[in-house]
């Protein structure tokens, strides 16, 4: 079993900033892959962004130059740095976790998610 614990969601006001973190533990052997979605009411879960093992990074189209993923690989940790925040942000962020466990078997977990909300 491998869980995703996020924390850093909270109200912000519009140009705000926010910083979610997501730490895996559990039976890991190794992360292949970490990122973030959100969901907002009434719409389906989107990708926001993902980092590979090796850094390599993927970001939506309509965060990108705005938010900044980053992973910590000792700490089995992703972060999500979120800048100059728009009211249309605002959303329930899920961070998601691939790879392999302790005994071979592949895991892709997602964590309980964080509301974020920008508003004035």
């Known amino acids: 079993q491998v869980q995703l614990a996020e924390s850093g969601g909270g109200l912000v006001q519009p140009g705000g900033s926010l910083r979610l973190s997501c730490a895996a533990s559990?039976?890991?052997?190794?992360?292949?892959?970490m990122g973030w979605f959100r969901q907002a009411p009434g719409e389906e879960r989107e990708l926001v962004a993902t980092i590979t093992g090796s850094g390599n990074t993927n970001y939506a189209d309509s965060v990108k130059g705005r938010f900044t993923i980053s992973r910590d690989n000792a700490k089995n940790t992703v972060y999500l740095q979120m800048s100059s925040l728009k009211p249309e942000d605002t959303a329930v962020y899920f961070c998601n976790a691939v790879g392999l466990t302790a005994w071979g078997s592949t895991f892709g977990s997602w964590g309980q998610g964080t509301q974020v909300t920008v508003s004035s």
């Open positions: 559990g039976s890991i052997f190794s992360i292949n892959a």
